[in-house]
């Protein structure tokens, strides 16, 4: 068995998941690149965007729960939802180009849940090298270190710049991760069958 990534065949929805893992990471970063965020919030649909890309209105049957998508104000997160996707839907198809070829962009689309479980994680990862720095190196202008062990949602105001390195660190550390797991189950479980084949 070859270690192959994996490929989304629907390049646009392949796109979109992407855009849609960095929007839920830039939102968390307390809005790093703001994506057109102005006109259209992040929050008003890119959760919608994933259940319309996942797939989902398409295995809803008798036993499928929407209880939780009722609202006093129905037509309004509808009404936002749709005009959300559809920007993104169209803005995809007119700038997607080299996009649809990126073997990054596929990866960072296939591995969304790695990025939204862990991105946080990551985040912490980068405070907690502050953390040390501070506390045994030399302290760090703005740095507070109380603050940071009390919430998870703490980041270094030192500079609107800093945020990219929350941002990157927070995609590229769950995508390093998965990777390192990938490599780390093919050795385990494929390679030793491969040795075996070629004896």
């Given at each position: 068995?070859?270690?192959?990534?994996?490929?989304?065949?629907?390049?646009?929805?392949?796109?979109?998941?992407?855009?849609?893992?960095?929007m839920v990471v830039d939102h968390h970063t307390w809005i790093t690149f703001n994506l057109f965020g102005d006109f259209?919030?992040?929050?008003?649909?890119?959760?919608?965007?994933?259940?319309?890309?996942?797939?989902?209105?398409?295995?809803?049957?008798?036993?499928?729960?929407?209880?939780?998508?009722?609202?006093?104000?129905?037509?309004?997160?509808?009404?936002?939802?749709?005009?959300?996707?559809?920007?993104?839907l169209t803005l995809t198809d007119m700038a997607g180009g080299a996009l649809f070829e990126s073997r990054f962009v596929?990866?960072?689309?296939?591995?969304?849940?790695?990025?939204?479980?862990?991105?946080?994680?990551?985040?912490?990862?980068v405070n907690c090298i502050l953390l040390t720095v501070h506390e045994h190196i030399t302290p760090l202008l703005y740095?507070?270190?109380?603050?940071?062990?009390?919430?998870?949602?703490?980041?270094?105001?030192?500079?609107?710049?800093?945020?990219?390195?929350?941002?990157?660190?927070?995609?590229?550390?769950?995508?390093?991760?998965?990777?390192?797991?990938?490599?780390?189950?093919?050795?385990?479980?494929?390679?030793?069958?491969?040795?075996?084949?070629?004896?």
């Amino acid at each position: 068995m070859q270690n192959k990534a994996r490929s989304k065949s629907n390049k646009k929805f392949m796109l979109l998941s992407a855009i849609g893992i960095l929007m839920v990471v830039d939102h968390h970063t307390w809005i790093t690149f703001n994506l057109f965020g102005d006109f259209i919030p992040y929050n008003s649909f890119f959760m919608p965007m994933f259940v319309f890309i996942s797939g989902y209105f398409n295995k809803v049957n008798d036993s499928t729960d929407l209880a939780g998508f009722t609202s006093p104000f129905i037509v309004t997160p509808m009404i936002s939802s749709i005009v959300g996707i559809l920007f993104w839907l169209t803005l995809t198809d007119m700038a997607g180009g080299a996009l649809f070829e990126s073997r990054f962009v596929n990866y960072m689309s296939c591995n969304t849940f790695w990025i939204m479980g862990l991105h946080i994680t990551f985040f912490n990862i980068v405070n907690c090298i502050l953390l040390t720095v501070h506390e045994h190196i030399t302290p760090l202008l703005y740095f507070d270190a109380e603050y940071f062990k009390e919430s998870e949602w703490y980041y270094w105001e030192i500079s609107p710049a800093f945020k990219r390195v929350y941002l990157t660190t927070g995609i590229l550390g769950p995508l390093a991760l998965k990777k390192m797991y990938d490599l780390a189950v093919y050795r385990i479980f494929y390679r030793p069958e491969k040795i075996q084949e070629n004896k």
